[in-house]
């Protein structure tokens, strides 16, 4: 069955270095979308992307935050400049289109410790 | 704003027993509503829907009603099983935002016994 995978696991970084979180959404789905969820509270939409633009993002989705798909497969979450408050697990999703047929499908997750 | 509000866990059960986990949502429109599963280690996969009011979803012995009177998607099981350990995540979708984004819980965890 296909899967979204996310890449890499658990990346630790310095408060103040950029960091990059990747994820290989399914072949054909046409809806990206990152959530994340800091440790012990819910977890929050940031940005969907759909058509090679962002759709819709929320209050967190700051100028420090960006996302891209570079290439086609891939498709990515960019942290400029990482605060403490960064730290959580990151989730990547993908769907296929927006009918009710169709779910979000997600990955693993990524989890960012910022010291 | 949109909300669900589920109960806090950890719930812990011995295997064949019943489950609940209450989840109760807030929503200007008519929002469908899902149950998400995480099991250790994995992404949160889905693991039962409903778009409508009075709608019953189930999946591998599950069930969830949307009850739009109560404003509630209540999870129960007859039996549960080791294998159910997980964390549970009671989500909305707005259909006022055509892109679908999803509001989440806080997530249930379910720890059960032999």
């Known amino acids: 069955e296909p899967e979204v995978t996310q890449t890499p696991s658990h990346q630790v970084t310095q408060m103040g270095q950029e960091v990059i979180l990747r994820c290989v959404p399914i072949s054909n789905h046409l809806y990206f979308y990152w959530y994340r969820q800091i440790l012990g509270q819910k977890v929050e939409f940031l940005v969907s992307f759909y058509n090679n633009e962002i759709s819709e993002k929320s209050e967190i989705f700051d100028d420090q935050f960006s996302v891209e798909r570079p290439d086609g497969s891939n498709f990515t979450l960019k942290i400029r400049s990482t605060k403490l408050e960064d730290s959580a697990m990151y989730f990547c999703?993908?769907?296929?289109?927006?009918?009710?047929?169709?779910?979000?499908?997600f990955g693993p997750g990524t989890r960012l410790t910022v010291l | 704003g949109n909300s669900v509000t589920q109960m806090e866990g950890p719930v812990t059960l011995s295997e064949e027993a019943f489950l609940t986990i209450n989840c109760t949502y807030t929503?200007?429109?008519?929002?469908?509503l899902f149950w998400y599963v995480q099991y250790p280690g994995e992404g949160l996969q889905l693991l039962l829907k409903a778009t409508k009011a009075d709608d019953k979803g189930s999946n591998k012995g599950f069930e969830a009603t949307y009850r739009k009177e109560t404003t509630s998607f209540h999870l129960e099981k007859g039996s549960v099983q080791v294998s159910d350990s997980a964390v549970y995540f009671c989500?909305?979708?707005?259909?006022?935002?055509?892109?679908?984004?999803?509001?989440f819980g806080t997530g249930t965890r379910l720890q059960v016994f032999p």
């Open positions: 999703a993908s769907r296929l289109g927006l009918a009710d047929t169709d779910t979000q499908y």
């Open positions: 989500a909305l979708s707005d259909p006022t935002y055509n892109t679908d984004k999803l509001i």
């Open positions: 929503a200007t429109g008519y929002p469908s």
